[in-house]
């Protein structure tokens, strides 16, 4: 009997439509688009206006989007996977305000927390409840509103990240595409270098955490740099290595969108050449979990079944990995 493989047969995606702009960040913060450009490859971003709206508000649209265009009834959606580092809440989950905004009435969800990996984890752990048989119907979301935790005083993070949501439908695959193989690690000596210190339950947000602006993204840039440099190449070749593929074999490469240098250096390392490589950094900055599933929206029509794709990712944690799919549709 052949195996059953998991596989993505729709993804859309929902980005905000206010543009924020490497010259409205010059008059916000000492910085230029020329050192932006030239340091990221980021030329603007999306960023969630309006009181009382969170991730939610994104992932649902994206979700939206994606029932009707897959012609998707919610109420056969089995499980709602929601990969975000800024969930609505502490609890509960984003996953259920997402399931029950939607009418996934028949699902059951939580949220996934692996930084910029996040994506790539929820859909490997997605596809596993597909490939047991167990399941036939899951959506996993990627997305984040970054803005929310972001200091615009601070111009070594305000640049890099933006906000946005993207969601992918997985089912069972009858052709042999799908979800072929994943490597996935994870390291917490990474915690000193990106990440955010209170309004957790170490350092619940209190006056003196919001006047030490304790409640905002903290990143050691070059340390970070360094690392997604080296793991993400690292992940992508053991997944290249086991699956005997070389740069030829990969039709493309969709890469975490952290930063274009890092993103090229990987891509490099794997021997992909440029052309083969996804961007959209520079319209939508690093979108933290939304990242893959944008830029799988965004070239959705250029994808064609039984594509070879290599999905890679890193993020705080430090988390990171590869994944090798061939497109399904
Ligand atoms: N505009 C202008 N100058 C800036 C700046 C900005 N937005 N941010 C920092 N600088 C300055 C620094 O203060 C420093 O000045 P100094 O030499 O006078 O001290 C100088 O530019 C160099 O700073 P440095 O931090 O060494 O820059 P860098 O070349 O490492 O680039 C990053 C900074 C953040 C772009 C880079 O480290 C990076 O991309 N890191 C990875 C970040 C990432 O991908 N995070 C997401 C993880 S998922």
């Not at 508000?57 to 009834?73: H, R, S």
């Not at 580092?85 to 989950?93: G, I, K, M, N």
């Not at 309004?199 to 903290?218: D, I, M, W």
């Not at 599933?293 to 590869?322: C, M, R, S, V, Y």
Request: charged residues 20%.
């Amino acid at each position: 009997m052949n195996k059953i493989r998991a596989s993505i047969k729709g993804i859309h995606g929902y980005v905000p439509d206010y543009v924020l702009t490497n010259s409205e960040l010059e008059k916000m913060v000492d910085t230029n688009d020329e050192w932006i450009t030239s340091r990221t490859g980021i030329k603007e971003r999306r960023i969630l206006k309006g009181e009382g709206v969170g991730t939610s508000y994104m992932a649902v649209k994206a979700v939206q989007g994606l029932l009707e265009k897959t012609n998707t009834d919610p109420a056969e959606i089995e499980m709602v996977i929601c990969c975000t580092s800024t969930p609505d809440l502490v609890f509960p989950a984003t996953a259920n305000i997402v399931a029950t905004q939607v009418g996934a009435v028949n699902a059951f969800g939580y949220d996934i927390q692996a930084a910029c990996s996040g994506f790539l984890y929820g859909l490997t752990t997605g596809s596993q409840f597909i490939e047991s048989g167990r399941l036939k119907k899951i959506l996993v979301i990627g997305g984040d509103k970054m803005s929310s935790i972001i200091d615009y005083k601070d111009r070594a993070t305000c640049i890099i990240f933006g906000d946005g949501a993207g969601a992918a439908l997985l089912e069972a695959d009858e052709e042999g595409n799908g979800l072929m193989d994943f490597w996935l690690r994870s390291d917490g000596s990474g915690e000193p270098h990106l990440h955010m210190v209170a309004g957790g339950s170490r350092k619940p947000a209190s006056h003196e955490t919001v006047e030490l602006k304790q409640h905002y993204v903290y990143q050691d840039g070059k340390t970070v740099y360094k690392f997604a440099v080296t793991n993400m190449a690292h992940a992508a070749a053991q997944i290249m290595e086991r699956n005997n593929l070389s740069g030829d074999d990969i039709t493309y490469l969709v890469p975490h969108q952290a930063n274009k240098r890092i993103v090229d250096a990987t891509a490099k390392a794997m021997g992909v050449e440029d052309a083969k490589v996804l961007m959209n950094i520079e319209r939508y900055g690093n979108t933290t979990n939304g990242t893959i599933p944008l830029l799988l929206w965004d070239f959705e029509k250029q994808l064609k079944k039984g594509d070879n794709l290599i999905l890679a990712a890193f993020g705080g944690g430090f988390t990171w990995g590869a994944a090798y799919l061939k497109w399904a549709y």
